[in-house]
């Protein structure tokens, strides 16, 4: 068993050379869950005065999953931990989803012995092979020594540049091997993202500037990038001078306020509108920013149709720019820095306000949703469901959107009333079972705001015994399940593209509110839709963990803003 470590004692073990490691680098919150291997660096945390909280959670992937949706509203890095073997390939899909959606997590898993290698041991796998091609950086230590190096260049890695995840193997013997004190440190300001900013080059933003004064209808589409800068304010004033409409991606919610005259709201595939395509097809200067410009965004990249519009393409990692457009100008650099140099540029330059194309495309989009969210029909309409959780809500509460029914819904018609990350889905990969676990985390990261997660019943079933977490933490957090006992976003699929041949996409019906409150989650089952809204109410009002259960007709059936179907 190691002793307790001495206050000038000149080696730590390596499972305390961690502790302080996170330590140093601003860590606050730790995700995770127990495992053999893990012992001596629990051990550590147990023993030392770090500060530092731990989740236990009930498996890896919410572990992860959590982690991400820590890092995503707090600005800080997310750190989820577990064991080996199985550990590490359920960490896995939590460290793929934030590593594509730009989001700094750093995974631990804990690993047989280096002396235990290749012999068949219990556990064993390549865990860095496993990781290689789905984190931003990847080490499987080997020495005790090596420790402090790897936990700072990890650091490093997610925070610069394009933050993304990372991962470390830590095995058994390297936990309890010696490490020299002296070595013990980090930079604090690595625990935060972005954390070191590029900048533009002049050049390219004085041509960027040329473009732009010479646009008679400039477009704005955002990516995740505006929110991970912290560039709404640079944004806010390019777009008001320009007089430019502001659209977004899924991801990019919160670079505007979507209250704001000149926000049109989410475009594409998932979440766009007729109405929202109909600007983007009439600009004739597009500036991504921090955005992919991939399928779902542009529609299989139909719009903006390649050639219609000169494109400018802001992103600080260079291998995005020119992948899906011939792109005029390149600002390979950070969003904040080039937006707030291009306003440097432009300071000349005022266009009175003229948001008249916004306006009515909103006001198209809105008459439609309202119809539809006043409708008194059994089962309740999702446009009923959005519009009584926004009333619910104040502009700073968090909604976690999970794939399926909640996505595209929410993106397109709950106002994001507030610039900076508000709402969010899992649109790397969107693995379904995502929205429970990131909730936690997002309440973790801010815990002063109200956050909620909306699922269908096919993630309720994949997340469901995260509710022990809620219950065991007493977090006051409201959990809304779309019940209508399918795989609904497939069966819409089936429905409109292959002459509605539904195959294996039902289920039976789960009673979810006696399943909550089985954990000890006070629970509500609605029906009716005149009830909603008060319980919604009731739930978001209650100071601990709650859950409603929202009887709802299937994505098959209703009128979701995804353009492939509507087609």
Partial sequence: MNKPVEPHAATLTGGEAVVELLKAHGVEVIFGLCG?????????????????????????????????????????????????????????????????????????????????????????LDQGALMRSLTKWNAVLDRSADIPRVFRAAFNAMTTGRPGAAHIALPFDVQNGPVDRSDVWGDPSLGTYPSRRIAP???????????????????????????????????????ERLSAPVATTISGQGSISEEHALALGVVGSNGGTPETRAVVDQADLVVFVGCRAGSVTTERWRHPAPGTAKIIHIDVDAQMIGTN????????????????????????????????AVAKAKEQKFSKFDALA?????????????????????????????????CPYLSAYYPV???????????????????????VGAHFGRPAVKTVAVMGDGSFGMCAGELETLARYKLPITLVVIRNAVYGWIKAGQKTGYGQRYFSVDFS?????????????????????AQLGAVLKQAVAFDGPTLVDVVCQPLHEARAPVSEWVA
């Fill in 201 to 239: 080059d002049p050049f390219h933003i004085e041509l960027a500037a040329k473009l732009l004064r010479a646009a008679k209808r400039p477009l704005f589409i955002c990516g995740g990038g505006p929110v991970i800068a912290g560039a709404q304010d640079e944004l806010l004033e390019l777009a």
């Fill in 509 to 529: 019906v789960t009673d979810h509110a006696r399943v909550a409150e089985a954990y000890g989650v006070k629970s509500w089952t609605v029906e009716d839709p």
């Fill in 374 to 406: 006043a409708s008194t029909d059994r089962p309740i309409k999702p446009e009923r469901v959005v519009a009584e959780l926004s009333k619910a809500l104040d502009a700073d509460a968090i909604v976690v959107a999970d794939p399926g029914t909640p």
């Fill in 36 to 124: 053999d291997t893990s012992l001596p660096w629990y051990d550590a945390l147990a023993r030392l005065p770090h500060g530092m909280q731990h989740i236990l959670t009930r498996d890896e992937r919410h572990a992860a999953y959590m982690a991400d949706g820590y890092a995503r509203v707090s600005g800080r890095v997310g750190v989820c931990e577990g064991p080996s073997g199985g550990g590490a390939t359920y960490l896995l899909p939590g460290l793929v989803e934030a590593n594509e959606s730009s989001v700094p997590v750093l995974g631990i898993n804990t690993d047989v012995s280096v002396s235990s290698r290749g012999r068949y041991t219990l556990t064993e």
């Fill in 325 to 356: 457009y011939k792109v005029d100008v390149p600002l390979v650099a950070d969003a904040k820095l080039a937006l707030a140099a291009l306003n440097e540029a432009l300071d000349a330059l005022q266009r009175p306000l003229d948001a008249a």
């Fill in 417 to 439: 009333r507030r610039a900076g990350r508000t709402l969010f889905s899992n649109r790397a990969h969107g693995a379904l079972g995502y929205s429970m676990a990131a909730a």
